[in-house]
Every structure is written in C-alpha cells, then in structure tokens.
C-alpha cells in the first residue's frame, strides 16, 4: 500500500464528515485497504501471465505488486529464477528476497553493481 495515497485517501473522507472524525478516519483506513489489497490480487493476476517455465528475472527495490506478480505465477506453478538487488542504501531488496525465499521461489540476493553481469542472463525486469 502506498502511505502518501492512503493518507490523502482518509484525509478526504475526514472532509466528508460521516460520522465522528475518528469514525470517518477508520472507515476510511479500511476501505482503502481493502482496495489495496484487491488491487494487488488484480496485479498479480493480470502481471503473472508475464512470467513463464525457466524464466530469470531481476527485481529491483521492493514493491508489494512485484512480489504479487510472481507469487501468483509460482502458485500457478510456473518455475523461474529470480535474483533481487541489494537497492541500496536502504536495502529493499532485501525485504523482496525474504517475501519471495518464503514464499519458496528460487531468489539470489545481489549487490546492485552485479546487475551488469545478470542482466545478460535475465528475460525480464521488474
């Protein structure tokens, strides 16, 4: 979920006044997770038809719709290798790697300056 959009999206219906504003704020918090997370499933329907048997894919950062993606190709049982960069400084690829070991998918954490050497093995980039 995306916080700056979630924020606008309960600072709105704060404006609407349904309600006591802290009814408002958490009825709002909740619908916009709901939707979140369906569009995430939609996300990961719609970018999984993407993925394909024997496939090597490069992940940069950390992305929730990313991990969608690939999670649902994995259980759809398509098998692919993934390798997430390092994304310094903050290190989100990091976080990508753990969702998707978890998930059980083949995943190889790397250092960003390795994405010129992978790159020449990788079919797709997300």
Known sequence: MSLPNAISYVMKAVRRRYGS??????RAAMEFK??????????GEIGS????DGMT??????????????????????????????????????ITARDLVSRGISTTLITDSAVAYIKRKADLVL
């Open 57 to 94: 894919i490069i992940t940069y950062c950390n992305l929730l719709a990313v991990v969608s993606i690939l999670a649902k190709a994995w259980g759809e049982g398509r098998r692919f290798r993934v390798y997430a960069t390092e994304t310094r400084p903050r290190y989100q690829g990091y």
């Open 21 to 26: 504003v802290v009814e408002a704020v958490v």
């Open 34 to 43: 709901e939707y979140s997370e369906k569009a995430l499933e939609l996300i």
């Open 49 to 52: 038809r993407m993925i394909e």
